[in-house]
Each structure stands twice: as structure tokens, then as C-alpha cells.
């Protein structure tokens, strides 16, 4: 480990990030190179440009929200502990981990997982999934392939499925409960990142 | 045999007959041969006809008899009776179990059929006649086994069978050869003890057991696992482990069979048993995907002979087990692959009466395949020649668990290095507890040449194991099930919102991995999905199903599924629905009746009752939400129809912004809160619907519905189509005319006759349907009664039409 100790250290913060994130400094290396492999022109952030310069995600129904949420409402460009925290969401939980009420939530526990997809969904942030945000995931994941009717009929029934509150709107606690059978931790963790 | 049957009949219960019934019939059939023998002999057979043709014919003098009126000739429908008798039996005996709920609920199906056909074994023993050899092994493999499997293979749950795969191969594979090795190895060593007397058994015979008894059983497991109703995680492993060894299996024994005889064995050879299991493996999918291909790329064809498309699911994939058997692989890898590559495509090309067939003859015929498998296995056990060697059988026994045991514990330690969803303890307990073994044990082990090996001790210990585990492990799962608190399979009622959802992050997933440049399971699984779409879709799948994405299919179903349900529950959906309520030119007709308006108050609705009303609005469409069964034997889902699905779909559309416009009508609501109101919701809950609680239409902002879309059934008793349309801006005669009803209403609280009409036949509508009923009736009512001081005569039969 003592050469990757000494690329650690070309990252900033790098201790504070693994203390934060819970990642392992090999992992976090790896993702350090991939990072500076995305950001071509070596300017220390990454833009738009750069994300969609991978292949794949052009062929990715959501690839557009993928990298959307990756910005911070306003921003234009992501640096590396904003990279790293997003991808913390992704890391598989470990059980049994005693924390203290006083520190958040970790990124990778269930509920952070699903508040990082729930924030996907709900682009405006009011803590909501309004029928117009549910229409646009949809339609960006149909891609074309259907009607617009059928589009709104299937939102109407998702909504009313999972409209508990019937405001209309899909909240976190809905979201969550909808999902409650899906095991969220094994659906939304990449593997080597362990 | 009449002392017994004496004895039973003195307890009068129905059930028991049903069981005496079956044994009859059954000792009936066994019992005519042995009268009908002398004649039997004489029809000689139709193999016999051609010689017969050509002898001279030197019998003309044959002495004329009696012409015979009545003759019994068994013979030549000898084997097609005894089968139908024990195939009747069997159902029989199905039957009775259920009749009895005690019995189901503390002994597991697979124990009280193997009772049964203890007992049937010894009955036809007591009659002195020969027991028929029932689970000869070729009779098993080729009939008896391949329905099960079919079954198993064409309703195995994809997603976490391969999401799991890893898991299931390491305990099918590598758990099954520790298993082999352990047990023939230390049965070795115990057949060395010189009490035992068997030291003549030799190292191979012993493995060759070993591998013969550390098999699970699929049928076994099926049988015990479908009652427990148990996570679906645990229920995969267990069963996707026993589906899997079968490869594991053929290789080890032909492997031990063949050198047993030549008496040992080289390293080569080892080596050619692994590549012989993977060829054995690997060629029996490949096999099975090959036919399962032919079968959807045939079922693309059949939109006009829809009839024997079942026929072609079924005979396909048993060609692909027979093919998989003359190269001897591993046939039920075979059928697992035909079953499970075929689906998809045959669904989406086949009439829904097709899936609907296929559904209930695999149900069928696996039913009572399984059902006869048990049984014969306890006539085979009544028949056989047994040696009993306490050594032998007790070592084996134990050797089976702790051999299970260890292998589970070790094989999970390894594993939950690599699974994300780590297997506990639990899981572990229930997984080794429920490795049982069955009837292929026994089958594999018939085949077995006596000369060799000492084949009746060898029999006489699997049927032991069988029993102590079928017995033993299947009675007691259960309340270790309860007592452990496993966790228990969850309704699977997939939502609409859990497909989206998960969709999504599988795509969400798919984009990450490629952003951290990981090339990950998501990865593969999108690009194996991305090339079924684009490519194999197209070739298999008829016309525009091709290009259905896999969420609109899937809400597709479920609009069918709903409708289907709206429609069995008595409802008929289409034409009862509560109408768009869209009020049109009622003023024509009303105003002259009406007092003047200017006194009356608008008051609003309150928000209870509105509340009310649109839960009963949203319940109508929720109601019927489709429960998706497991798939077990015991229940099926009913099926949707294909008829009338485009204009069902319209129609709910409309009912979803008819619920919208309700929504939105908040303010203008003028249902006064009217006194009686809990006696007035709760008469509405009764079947007469006398009063009603309506939603006065009027005064919409929202956007003009179609007039002509809804209609209420006229019903025979001249309740008014009334056509109400919800845009129509002429408020202040409607809101008087409401008003009026809310009067009247009050007026009568507890003399209904008066103002209402009669309801409607509520007929069709009172099966389950009552809720949308009384909409209906609300609405009607409401808006076509004109109030207390009008006739009532001249507008109850005027249709408000448009």
C-alpha cells in the first residue's frame, strides 16, 4: 500500500473523504483515476461535456438526470469530494454499525440510497413527486415508444397506487413505502465498491 | 378384508367414504384380472393377428355356442385400466386430503401419499396378487419426472433465480460433490468395521451411493417448500440447488457406475469427469435453449390455429429432455432452459385461452405426476426385497445430515464474501434442513445392476433416507418455519410503482457503473437486454408485441387484470360505471317546478362528506386490484380476456378524470351537511340506495368531457338514462334543483318512499358492486328527482339525453 499512500496524498482531504464517505483509500484512488480519466482537459472539475463523453450513457434512457444529478442546483461543475459523495450513496451497507444519533444518516444506508434516487425523480426539490415530474421519468425511460395518453394513464394509476396522503403528489414516505419490497441496499449497490 | 372395512364404516363421515370409494375401485381392478385370467390368455394379443392370418386355417369345426351376451375380456385393456386406476386413485386421494383440514395442516402432502401407497402396497400384497413394479425406473424418468420439471422450469422466477445464481451453483455444484465424497467415503470406513459384515463393498460401490443419496430432490422439495410459504430468497436456493445437481448427479454416477466395474480409477479419469460435467451441464441448456427457441419462433405462426398452440409448448420441450437423454445429458437442465427461454416470447405471441391451458395442464399434469411419484414410492417400498444392515442404513442416515450440515455451513461462509445480502443463520439452518431427498434417489438406484453391487441394501438404506427426511424433515419444517420467525413469502402484488421504480434503478445503476467505468453485472444484464430488444424480440415475437416496452406490457396486464376482476365481480364496468356526471339541459324541464331560488343558500360540502365521496370513487378503482397469487399448485390467477380490452382502457381513462374532476371541484360542492348525514351514508351503504349523497356536477372549469362518452344503462324499471355532462355551465338552475333534493331530503328522513324513484334493478350491480352502484344511484337519483312539490311521474321516465 505504500505507493497508493503516496497518490493519496495528491488528493485533497483524502482522510477526511474516506472518514465521510466510509470508502477505502484503494477505492478511493480508483475513483481518483477515474476521475482525472473523465476530466480531460485535467482542469480539476468536471462539466456536462464530460460526463456525456461516456459512451454508454448516451444510450441511457436517463443518462440526462444521471448527470443532472451529479450538479448541485446551479452549479456548472462538480469537483472530486462532490464525485465521491454522490457515489458514496452507491457503496453496499453494513449492518450493524453502531453510530451515534448526533452523526446524518450515512449516504449508503437505505434511506440514503432512496432519498438519492427519490431526489432524482423530484427535480424541483419540494420534497415531492408531482404528476408532471412522474410524467417526465417516464416519458424519458418510454422513450417515444408510446402514446401520451397511455403515458398519463399509467402516472394516474402510479399515483393513486401510491398516494397514501391523496395530495396528489408521491412524498418520500410513499416512495419509500411503494418500495418496500424491494431490497433496496442489494438493487442499489455497485458491488466493488465494497 | 371385511372385518376392516366394517371397522371403518362404523364412523359416518363423508371423507371417508370418498377414501373407501378409491380403495374399492382400486382393489375392483386388481382383483378383475385374476378372474377375467383364463380369458385374458385367449385373445392373445394383436401382435398375434398377422401370424394368425397366415396359419392354415384348420379350425372350422369349432362347436357353436351360445351366442354371448355378456363376456368379460380384461386382457387387452389390461395396462391403459390399471394406469387410469392408479392415476384415479391418486386424484382420489388428493381430494380426501383437503376434506380433512386437520390433516393438511400438520402433515405435509408428500407424508400422507406415501401412507396411502404403503397401504394400497400392502392390500394388494394381502390380496396375494404380485405388486406391479410402479416405479420402474423408465416409467419414472421418462414419464412421471419430466412434467415436473416442465412445470418448475416454465414458472421459474427469472429475477432471482439469476440473481442468486452464483449461490445456487456453488451449493448444487460443489455442495453436492461434498455431500458424495463425504458420505461414500466415511460409509467406506463404516463398512470396514468387521461387525458390520460388509467388508466386501468396495470403495467405487460406496461412492456410487454416496452420490446417489446426496442429490436433493426437486419433486421432494417442490412438495414440502410450496406449503411452508417461505421468503423467496430461501425457496430459490433451495430449489434452484436441487433443479441444478441434477447435472452434478448424472455425471458422478455414470461416472462411478462405469468404473465400479473396472475397479478403479485414474487421475485422467477425474479429469474427464469435469470435463464431462460441464459438457453434461452446459449441453443440456444449450439443448433445452435450442428447443425453447424452435418453440417461440414456431409460436409466431399460430395466430390462426390457436388451438394447438398449447400442444406445442409441451411437446417441444419434452423432445428437448428426450434429446438431452440420448446424448445423457442432463435432461432436466434441458427442460429447465427450454421452459425458461421459451416463455417470454410464446406469451407474447399466444391467445390468452393458450396461456390459460398451458397454465392449468403443467398445473395439472405435475399435480398428479407428483402425487402418483409419492405413492408409488410407498408401494415400492411394500414390494422390495430389503436387506436390512443397521450399520449401513443407521451410518447413512446420520452421514446424509452432518454431511449437509457442514457443506451448508461452510459453502455459505465462502459465499457471503462475495453476496451483498449476506445469508444468516437462519437461512443456513432452513436451507441444510431443507435438503430432502426423493424419488430419484430410489429410481437411480433401482438401475442399479444387482450382480455388482448389492443393490437391496443400497435400496433398502435410500428408502430410509427418503423416509426419515420426507417424514421427519417435512412434518417438522413447518413449525421450526414458525418458531425461527422466518421471514415468509410477501404477497406479490407488483405495483405498477414498484416496476417503474425498479426499472429506473436499473437504469440509474446501468449509468453509474458506466460512469466509474465498472463493467458490472447491470452492465451486462443491460447489454443482454439491449440485444434481446433490438434483434431476438424481433425474430421471435409476431408483429407489434416486438416492439412493446416491457413496462407498458406490464401495465397492460395489469389494465386486463382489472378489468377482468371489475367484470367478475359482477360490476360490468363498462356500462355501470358512475358516469362522467355531466349535467346538460336539465333547466328545460326543472324550473317550472322549482320555487324560487334567491332564498337558498349555497352551502358548501362539507369536507367529510366529500372525503367520503371520493374515497368511494377511489376505492372503485382500487378495489379490484389485482392479488397476484404465488404460483403454486393451489392456486391460480384468474386470466384476463382479450374482448373489449381497448374500449375497457378508454373507458377507465375517462373514470380517471372523471375522479379528477371530482377532485377539483372542492368549492363548488352544495351539498347542504345535511343532518342525517351518518344515516344517510349509511343507508346508501345498503342495498336499496334509497337516499343519496350526490356530487352535483355543475359549474365545472375543467375541460369539456365528451357527452357522448357515458351513458347509464337504462334499466328495465325506467330509471333515466341521464347523460350529465360535466362542462355545461348552467349552474344556477342545477344548484337549485339540488337544493330542492336537500330539502326534500331533510323532509323525509325517515320516510324514503316519496322522493326517490325506485332504484334501479340493482341486480347486476349488488354482487361485490355495490359501492359503484350506489354511485351510480346517487347520481341518478339525485339529479333526476325534482324534489317533493314536482311530479314525480313526469320526470322519473324522462330520459335527460343531451
Known amino acids: 500500500m505504500g505507493s497508493s499512500s503516496s497518490n493519496l496524498n495528491t488528493i485533497p482531504n483524502s482522510q477526511e473523504l474516506m472518514q465521510e464517505t466510509g470508502f477505502s483509500a484503494a477505492h478511493l484512488l480508483r475513483l481518483y483515476e477515474r476521475f482525472e480519466f473523465l476530466d480531460k482537459d485535467n482542469k480539476g472539475h468536471l462539466r456536462p461535456e464530460d460526463f456525456e463523453a461516456v459512451q454508454e450513457l448516451s444510450t441511457n434512457p436517463i443518462g440526462d438526470i444521471i448527470i443532472g444529478s451529479f450538479f448541485s442546483p446551479g452549479q456548472e461543475t462538480v469537483d472530486f469530494p462532490s464525485f465521491v459523495r454522490i457515489l458514496a450513496h452507491f457503496r453496499p451497507a453494513e449492518k450493524n454499525r453502531t453510530r451515534d444519533g448526533a452523526q446524518p444518516e450515512p449516504a449508503n444506508s437505505s434511506t440514503g440510497k432512496l432519498k438519492f434516487a427519490f431526489q432524482l425523480y423530484d427535480r424541483d426539490r419540494d420534497g415531492k413527486i408531482s404528476r408532471e415530474e412522474l410524467l417526465q421519468v417516464l416519458r424519458a425511460m418510454l422513450e417515444m415508444q408510446v402514446t401520451e395518453e397511455q403515458l398519463e394513464s399509467m402516472a394516474e394509476r402510479a399515483i393513486q397506487e401510491a398516494d397514501l396522503d391523496e395530495d396528489d403528489a408521491i412524498s418520500f414516505d410513499e416512495f419509500k413505502k411503494s418500495l418496500e419490497k424491494v431490497n433496496i441496499d442489494h438493487k442499489m449497490s455497485i458491488h466493488f465498491m465494497k | 378384508m371385511p372385518s376392516r372395512t366394517g371397522a371403518r364404516s362404523s364412523r359416518s363421515r363423508p371423507e371417508l367414504g370418498l377414501l373407501l370409494l378409491g380403495m374399492f375401485v382400486l382393489l375392483g381392478g386388481s382383483l378383475v384380472p385374476l378372474g377375467a385370467a383364463s380369458s385374458a390368455d385367449a385373445a392373445g394379443g394383436s401382435t398375434g393377428k398377422d401370424a394368425e392370418c397366415n396359419k392354415t386355417k384348420t379350425e372350422h369345426n369349432i362347436t357353436k355356442k351360445a351366442f354371448p351376451v355378456l363376456s368379460l375380456e380384461y386382457g387387452h385393456v389390461k395396462v391403459p385400466f390399471e394406469i387410469s386406476l392408479w392415476v384415479l386413485l391418486a386424484s382420489l386421494m388428493k381430494l380426501g386430503f383437503h376434506l380433512i383440514p386437520r390433516l393438511s395442516g400438520i402433515v405435509p402432502e408428500s407424508c400422507l401419499l406415501i401412507s396411502v401407497g404403503l397401504l394400497v402396497g400392502l392390500l394388494i400384497k394381502l390380496a396375494g396378487e404380485d405388486v406391479p413394479p410402479v416405479l420402474d425406473s423408465k416409467l419414472f424418468f421418462l414419464c412421471l419426472l419430466p412434467p415436473i420439471i416442465l412445470d418448475a422450469g416454465y414458472f421459474l422466477p427469472i429475477r432471482p433465480f439469476m440473481e442468486n445464481l452464483g449461490t445456487i451453483l456453488m451449493f448444487a455444484v460443489v455442495g453436492t460433490l461434498w455431500n458424495a465424497f463425504f458420505v461414500g467415503g466415511l460409509l467406506f470406513a463404516a463398512c470396514q468395521i468387521p461387525q458390520a459384515g460388509l467388508s466386501d463393498v468396495g470403495i467405487l460401490p460406496c461412492l456410487l451411493f454416496g452420490s446417489i443419496i446426496s442429490a436433493v430432490d426437486p419433486v421432494a422439495v417442490l412438495a414440502v417448500f410450496e406449503e411452508i410459504h417461505i421468503n423467496e430468497l430461501l425457496h430459490i436456493l433451495v430449489f434452484g440447488e436441487s433443479l441444478l445437481n441434477d447435472a452434478v448427479t448424472v455425471v458422478l454416477y455414470h461416472l462411478f457406475e462405469e468404473f465400479s466395474l473396472v475397479g478403479s480409477v485414474t487421475v485422467l479419469d477425474g479429469f474427464l469427469g469435469v470435463i464431462s460435467f460441464l459438457v453434461v451441464a452446459l449441453g443440456g441448456v444449450l439443448v433445452g435453449a435450442i428447443y425453447g427457441f424452435l418453440a417461440s419462433f414456431t409460436s409466431r405462426f399460430t395466430s390462426h390455429t390457436r388451438v394447438i398452440e398449447p400442444l406445442f409448448v409441451f411437446v417441444y420441450s419434452y423432445m428437448a429432455y428426450l434429446s438431452a437423454e440420448v ?368 356530487i352535483p356536477a355543475h359549474q365545472q372549469k375543467g375541460k369539456p368531457s365528451d357527452p357522448q362518452s357515458y351513458h347509464v344503462r337504462p334499466t328495465a324499471d325506467g330509471v333515466p338514462s341521464i347523460q350529465v355532462d360535466l362542462a355545461s355551465p348552467d349552474s344556477p338552475d342545477s344548484v337549485k334543483l339540488l337544493d330542492e333534493f336537500r330539502q326534500a331530503e331533510k323532509q323525509e328522513q325517515d320516510e324514503d318512499q316519496g322522493l326517490m324513484m325506485r332504484p334501479p334493478s340493482s341486480g347486476p350491480n349488488k354482487p361485490g358492486g355495490k359501492d359503484e352502484a350506489k354511485e351510480q344511484q346517487k347520481l341518478m337519483r339525485c339529479l333526476s328527482d325534482p324534489g317533493p312539490g314536482a311530479d314525480e311521474d313526469e320526470d322519473e321516465d324522462e330520459p335527460f339525453l343531451p
Open chain 2, 327 to 694: 446424448f445423457h445429458l442432463s435432461g432436466i437442465m434441458a427442460l429447465i432452459a427450454c421452459g425458461a427461454v421459451m416463455r417470454p416470447y410464446v406469451e407474447a405471441n399466444i391467445s390468452h385461452k393458450s396461456h390459460t391451458t398451458i397454465k392449468y395442464f403443467l398445473k395439472m399434469w405435475s399435480s398428479v405426476s407428483e402425487t402418483l411419484i409419492f405413492i408409488f414410492l410407498g408401494v415400492a417400498t411394500v414390494d422390495g426385497k430389503h436387506k436390512w444392515n443397521w450399520t449401513f442404513v443407521t451410518s447413512t442416515v446420520i452421514l446424509c445430515l452432518v454431511a449437509r450440515v457442514i457443506g451448508v455451513v461452510s459453502l455459505t461462509f465462502v459465499i457471503n464474501k462475495f453476496r451483498i445480502v449476506k445469508l444468516t443463520t437462519k437461512d443456513q439452518f432452513i436451507i441444510a434442513y431443507g435438503g430432502l431427498r426423493g424419488a430419484i434417489a430410489f429410481s437411480l438406484g433401482y438401475l442399479l445392476d444387482c450382480r455388482h453391487f448389492p443393490r437391496d441394501m443400497f435400496l433398502t438404506a435410500i428408502i430410509t433416507v427418503i423416509f426419515f427426511t420426507v417424514f421427519v424433515q417435512g412434518m417438522t419444517i413447518k413449525p421450526l418455519v414458525d418458531l425461527l420467525a422466518v421471514k415468509k413469502k410477501q404477497e406479490a402484488k407488483r405495483s405498477i410503482n414498484e416496476e417503474i421504480h425498479t426499472q429506473f434503478l436499473d437504469h440509474l445503476l446501468t449509468g453509474i457503473e458506466d460512469i466509474c467505468g465498472h463493467y458490472g453485472h447491470h452492465h451486462w444484464k443491460d447489454k443482454l437486454n439491449r440485444f434481446n430488444k433490438k434483434y431476438v424480440k424481433k425474430f421471435l415475437i409476431v408483429g407489434e408485441r416486438s416492439k412493446e416496452p416491457q413496462l407498458i406490457a406490464f401495465y397492460h396486464k395489469m389494465e386486463m387484470k382489472h378489468a377482468i376482476q371489475m367484470v367478475e365481480s359482477g360490476s360490468r364496468l363498462p356500462s355501470a360505471m358512475p358516469s362522467t356526471v355531466s349535467m346538460q339541459n336539465i333547466q328545460p324541464k326543472i324550473p317550472p317546478a322549482l320555487p324560487k331560488p334567491a332564498e337558498r343558500a349555497l352551502p358548501q360540502l362539507r369536507k367529510g362528506r366529500e372525503e367520503e365521496i371520493r374515497k368511494i370513487l377511489r376505492s372503485n378503482l382500487q378495489r379490484t386490484r389485482q392479488r397476484l397469487h404465488s404460483y403454486n399448485r393451489h392456486t391460480l390467477v384468474a386470466d384476463p380476456f382479450e374482448d373489449g380490452l381497448n374500449e375497457f382502457l378508454l373507458k377507465k381513462q375517462k373514470m380517471i378524470e372523471l375522479d379528477k374532476k371530482i377532485k377539483e371541484m372542492t368549492t363548488y360542492l352544495t351539498v347542504p351537511a345535511a343532518a342525517a348525514d351518518s344515516p344517510t351514508m349509511s343507508r346508501a351503504r345498503l342495498a336499496s340506495g334509497r337516499h343519496t349523497d350526490f
